[in-house]
T-cell receptor
Framework: IAGITQAPTSQILAAGRRMTLRCTQD?????MYWYRQDLGLGLRLIHY???????GKGEVPDGYSVSRANTDDFPLTLASAVPSQTSVYFC????????????FGQGTRLTVV | GQNIDQPTEMTATEGAIVQINCTYQ??????LFWYQQHAGEAPTFLSY????GLEEKGRFSSFLSRSKGYSYLLLKELQMKDSASYLC???????????FGTGTRLTVIP
């Protein structure tokens, strides 16, 4: 089934630990995004990639890094997790950046304790 | 920059019609999206407006006025399964992503 897949679906992580959230799409979309969703704040962009080999910072990039080695994969890494990074993380992809329907993964619920 | 406003919560009765408003202020506008998000699930695409006017898709319609910075999502013949959050998102000129409002949580009651 074509789509976008995230792993893990949920995780409890000790503060200070390193964690990589995985995201894979099989729609051959050029653009990919990582958002976090928090109550009252909506979806906020962490990092994006317009095409394989390029990445950019979004609205809330601090404490996160990404890579885009190929079209399909866009992992998000928390180098040293802090409790304020407790959130639901959504990976998304679209054919091109901006005016193009975005498809979202099912989300990763991360709790940092 | 951009500023997107939606009501936080709305309640409507099964079978009725509900209108969810979204106002935006943005430096350059390319289009507006509406997404539906059920609790604990991913957002899913509902509609896209780039020109002024009404776009109809079954029970759902979306309206845009670019001059007023205003859009609404109209849901007709409400069903219990329409209980969800509805997210307004703006495509800003030169931006690399969509900017989302905080969403409107709609509760449909019998």
């Amino acid at each position: 089934i074509a789509g976008i897949t995230q792993a893990p679906t949920s995780q409890i992580l000790a503060a200070g630990r390193r964690m990589t959230l995985r995201c894979t799409q099989d729609m051959r979309h050029n653009a990919m995004y990582w958002y976090r969703q928090d109550l009252g704040l909506g979806l906020r962009l962490i990092h994006y990639s317009n095409t394989a080999g390029t990445t950019g910072k979004g609205e809330v990039p601090d404490g996160y890094s990404v890579s885009r080695a190929n079209t399909d994969d866009f992992p998000l890494t928390l180098a040293s997790a802090v409790p304020s990074q407790t959130s639901v993380y959504f990976c998304a992809s679209s054919q091109k950046q901006g005016a193009s329907e975005a498809f979202f993964g099912q989300g990763t619920r991360l709790t940092v304790v | 920059g951009q500023n997107i406003d939606q009501p936080t919560e709305m309640t409507a009765t099964e079978g009725a019609i509900v209108q969810i408003n979204c106002t935006y202020q943005t430096s350059g506008f390319n289009g507006l999206f509406w997404y539906q998000q059920h609790a604990g699930e991913a957002p899913t695409f509902l509609s896209y407006n780039v020109l002024d006017g009404l776009e109809e898709k079954g029970r759902f319609s979306s309206f845009l006025s670019r001059s007023k910075g205003y859009s609404y999502l109209l849901l007709k013949e409400l069903q219990m399964k329409d209980s969800a959050s509805y997210l307004c998102a703006v495509d800003q000129t030169g931006a690399n992503n969509l900017f989302f409002g905080t969403g409107t949580r709609l509760t449909v009651i019998p």
